[in-house]
């Protein structure tokens, strides 16, 4: 993976970009290769008059995506509803004084204007008009109308026009546009350029063919990691055991079984790896015999499993570590701070985030997390009942700062 590109940053997002009928509609050409250059899936909605101005195929073949135009023919395809759903940004560029006007009174008269009714999503407009009318009063009165809406509505710049004239009314250049799209997509980009190497969920240990060993864990939790990483800028890698949880766009999932398949994947990645969260639920132990196949009860009243030690990945990983920062958890039932602390130094980690899975609304299934994270050098932060996501900014936050303070030493571990 190549980190130095600035495409981290839209990674996993799903954007609309509406282009209506302007002579500034060529740079949407140039705005979409940036847009999906940078990692984002674009999908692109041409008012009638744009397409005066270019061919559609030019938008299908760059964006790789169908481009919808024909408020008709598109309607029939309901995909006045569908091509919003699950879009982080709609971005219109460039967008007439007519759009801005019918953005504003809520007219829906073609596919583009359309959607914007029906989408959920925040909105960007990149105005490009002729000399004067960027000026006229109605036309400040809609801009006016929607940026109190919430709508991000880019100034043009002042230059020649297609007029010839000199005047406010050219498209903001692109990078005032991508600009615009990071800070609403991506407002703290403080995992740029880190890669982030997560595990999450159970593992699952065969006793035979049909049984296995496993635990409760539902993945949330390094889920909820990988997820931040990527939002805030970095490349994510998530060795995930069985969970029900959708692979989160954006990020490469590498999906396990076993403690032995887990711990093979992360030796693979460890080198490429500048940060590791260990959120999984590893096995402590396993069978220390596969049955090739199904175990019969065979009349028997009770079975004893022969179990063996499965590898401790963390101290496995934490034995091979050059500049990795480590993090592990600690899910425990009691004396939290001291079995933490144990595991954070037994362990050899950077930070540990404990929590208390006894605790009621938090902990194994559930979509919050209370927890108490313990770093090196004596830090402890105390991460009240949160949201799983919020909760993984928080500890992205904090682990932000061991980066900053550089790597660690057995030494300084406390
Ligand atoms: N872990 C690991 N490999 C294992 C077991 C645990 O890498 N075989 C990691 C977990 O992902 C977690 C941390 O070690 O980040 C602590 O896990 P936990 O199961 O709570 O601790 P154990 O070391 O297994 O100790 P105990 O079972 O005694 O609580």
Not at 21 to 28: E, F, P, W
Not at 75 to 94: D, F, N, Q, Y
Not at 329 to 337: G, S, Y
Request: glycine fraction near 8%; aromatic fraction near 4%; charge should be neutral.
């Amino acid at each position: 993976m190549d980190l130095d590109r600035p495409s981290a940053l839209l990674r996993g997002k799903r954007l609309v970009l509406g282009v209506t009928g302007s002579i500034a509609a060529y740079k949407a050409v140039s705005l979409l290769r940036a847009l999906t250059g940078r990692g984002a899936s674009v999908s692109v909605v041409m008012t009638n008059s744009a397409t005066k101005f270019l061919a559609p195929l030019t938008f299908e073949v760059l964006s790789g995506q169908p481009v919808t135009t024909g408020l008709f023919e598109a309607c029939e395809e309901m995909r006045h509803l569908t091509v919003p759903e699950g879009a982080h940004a709609i971005i219109v560029a460039p967008a007439t004084a007519n759009f801005l006007a019918k953005a504003a009174v809520g007219l829906a008269d073609d596919v583009l204007s359309t959607i914007l009714l029906t989408a959920q999503c925040p909105l960007i407009v990149v105005p490009a008009m002729d000399g004067g009318m960027w000026e006229h009063p109605t036309v400040a009165e809609h801009v006016r109308i929607l940026r109190a809406r919430g709508v991000v509505v880019l100034d043009p710049e002042e230059g020649p026009l297609a007029s010839g004239q000199v005047a406010q009314g050219r498209l903001a250049a692109e990078p005032r546009i991508l600009e615009a799209v990071q800070a609403l997509l991506t407002p703290q980009a403080d995992w740029l350029g880190q890669r982030v190497l997560v595990s999450a969920g159970p593992t699952q240990e065969a006793i035979d063919p049909v049984r296995f060993i496993s635990n409760r864990s539902s993945g949330k939790m390094g889920y909820a990691i990988a997820e931040a990483a990527r939002d805030r800028g970095g490349d994510v890698v998530l060795v995930t055991g069985p969970t029900a949880l959708r692979p989160p766009a954006g990020v490469e999932v590498v999906p396990v079984t076993s403690a032995q398949e887990m711990a093979d994947a992360l030796g693979r990645h460890f080198s490429w790896a500048t940060v590791v969260v260990m959120a999984a639920a590893v096995a402590d132990f396993r069978p220390r015999e596969q049955a090739a196949r199904k175990l019969k009860k065979q009349g028997r009243t009770s079975f004893t499993l022969d179990l063996e030690a499965a590898p401790d990945i963390l101290a496995m990983l934490s034995a091979q570590r050059t500049t990795q920062i480590l993090v592990g958890f600690a899910a425990e039932t009691e004396d939290l701070i001291s079995h933490a602390t144990a595991k954070l130094v037994g362990k050899g980690l950077d930070a540990i985030v404990a929590n208390d899975v006894t605790k009621e609304g938090a902990g194994f299934g559930s979509d919050n997390n209370a927890a108490v994270m313990l770093s090196r050098g004596g830090r402890r932060k105390e991460l009240g009942l949160m949201s799983k996501r919020r909760l993984a900014d928080e500890i992205l936050t904090e682990v932000r700062e061991l980066r900053t303070a550089g790597r660690p030493s057995a030494a300084t571990v406390e």
